[in-house]
């Protein structure tokens, strides 16, 4: 009996171990990722490119947390990089974002030093190269993976991979509402079903994107006959059908919901939100702040389409109530009203009110404000609320703020209030009327966000970029310019308020804006090596004090920025940046900086500078500081050191005889 009991539990061990294997050869032969690197050109290590490169793959798992299908490029030539990378459709931003970042290792380790490269994971592919290759239909090299795993009826098959994929290309090609992408299912025989999914690149033409998913049908008519499945990773589309439901039938971008802490739920029903309930009351209510004649305690049911538009489609950059400008322009009217409603509220709660709150949880982030900025003195947070006669009773049980930590508590509210950041203004901003403006909603704005997306982060340790999104019409070229003594973490601050900023003030399709420690600009066109000087000023440049010898002072103000304009332009290291200083007089010293964008030749950065210096005499010559922009130069002097970093001394020279 024991005997017959051990036989049988080996070979249900051995049946289980049959079926495991049986499963895992019912997918493709072999698994991602799948590899096509170049040999014809290589990169040396610590090389521009190589920087470059890693630059971009630092960066682009975050860009597929909002996008799915994206290209970008930076540097400039000859070791300019150009990426894209493409997410299967139906997965979520966060296996898409978990995907590329995969994708981003393996393709260094897969292909080192290649100057070319393409992996294909599970749910993703990754390519980048030297040439630009964006909207080019490329079919070379497909790879064909079949299933391991034959069917009996290989004809019957074939006729339905031939009739559903022959009608589904037409749909993600020609399809605008498809979007380049297209899902079929339906019965097979002996109760098995077809799944079927196509893809392409959304740079590519419908034209070539049908071309191409032509050539991978004809693929997997000619591999794969007689197999269960098959696919065909190809450097411009994706195809790939099963016996088994190998995808989502629904994406994610019509039954998610982020939530504050970046998680997606599903949350959504019939375009509405869903009611949530809270786990510990049956009847949970939302009440509405905006205004204080409101009284409606029901929660409001907004339309989903009017909240993606809100949110840019529940973007992590997006999110409601934190925009990084708008949440810093208090006035000092503002916060000393905010200061004084929270103390007398506090004050009223704790002395004079009939119920008595005991606030566990004060701070600045838990201060409710209405819509004008006042403060909501009935709670603060979590609040304990008694009558006035359970005071003493309950007591015990009560968790409250002691008196000294409450003042404690007021005296962080208050400093943090004194404190708070205050957004600098930009020093000038250009909308060109010259070219029209872009629709909302348009492709040329979704590309534009990812430029204002990308840049920012891609420049800081730099402090210059450049890259591309999207192609021909609505194609968007960006640059961004850090003054050359910032630091990383300020110039990516600096850049990403300037990229907002500009947002929010053009709607054009070529616009730039200055900040003291930044630049931020993008077209339709592409700006790589664009030199077009078109200087300005702000107004209050012109607006400061002059200084006590008008006379000889422009003399010595145009010696310095000649030698700063010189040494910038012709000396490499400096990354065509140049500080200066020149004694004036006795107690008065001309502090300057010039500075070029790295795209541009010697002789044009200085042909720039000198255009910027004609108009710094016609503005500033005889004040006590200036400052000219311009596209692909800047320079300013001042009477006091402005920058962070060591500057050279520059001497006039002595009259002859003296």
Known sequence: MSHNFLSVKKSTQMLLLYFSIANILDLAYSDPPNKLCSNNSNYTDNSPFQNNLETLMSSLSSNASVSKNFNTSTGIDPDRVYAQYMCLKYVTNERCSACIAVASQDIRQLCPGDKEAVVWEELCQLRYSNQSFLGILDVSGNIPQYNAKNISNPEDLSLVVNKTLSGLIKKAAFDPSANMYATEEGPFTNGDSFFSLVQCSTDLSPNDCYKCLEVAIKNVTTCCKSSRGARIFSRSCYLRYELYAFYNSTTESNQTLVTRKGKKENTCEDGKFRRFDHPNHNDFHHQNFQSDDLNDRESAIMDLASINAATDNFSETNLLGEDPRKRAELSWRSRINIIDGIAKGTLYLH????????????????????????????????????????????????????????????????????????????????????????????????????????????????????????????????????????????????????????????????????????????????????????????????????????????????????????????????????????????????????????DIRDDECQKCLSFALLDLKGCCSSKQGGIVVSGSCNLRFELYKYYNTSSHLIAFPTPKGE
């Open 351 to 598: 002395e004079d009110s009939r119920l008595r709150i005991i606030h566990r949880d004060l701070k600045a982030s838990n201060i409710l404000l209405d819509n004008n900025m006042n403060p909501k003195i009935s709670d603060f947070g979590m609040a304990r609320i008694m009558e006035a006669n359970e005071g003493e009773a309950n007591t015990a049980r009560i968790v409250g703020t002691l008196h000294a930590l409450l003042a404690m508590c007021f005296l962080i509210v208050l400093l943090s209030m004194i404190f708070a950041p205050v957004v600098a203004d930009p020093l000038f901003t250009a909308c060109s009327t010259e070219y029209g403006d872009y629709d909302l909603g348009s492709p040329f704005e979704k590309n534009l966000k990812v430029v204002v997306e990308t840049l920012p982060s891609i420049s800081s340790s730099t402090g210059y970029n450049n890259t591309d999104s999207g192609i021909f019409p609505d194609n968007v070229s960006g640059q961004a310019l850090c003054r050359g003594d910032v630091t990383s973490s300020a110039c990516q601050t600096c850049l990403r308020e300037a990229s907002q900023q500009l947002l929010k003030e053009c709607k054009s399709k070529d616009a730039i804006i200055w900040y003291e420690a930044c630049q931020f600009h993008y077209s339709f066109q592409n700006l790589t090596s664009l030199n077009v000087y078109a200087g300005k000023y702000p107004i209050l440049e012109s607006q400061k004090k002059s200084v006590s010898d008008t006379v000889h002072f422009y003399d010595y103000l145009k010696l310095l920025m000649d030698n700063l304009s010189t040494d910038a332009a012709l000396n490499h290291s400096k990354l065509m940046f140049a500080t200066g200083e020149i004694k004036f007089s006795r107690n008065e010293t001309i502090y300057g900086h010039v500075q070029c964008t790295r």
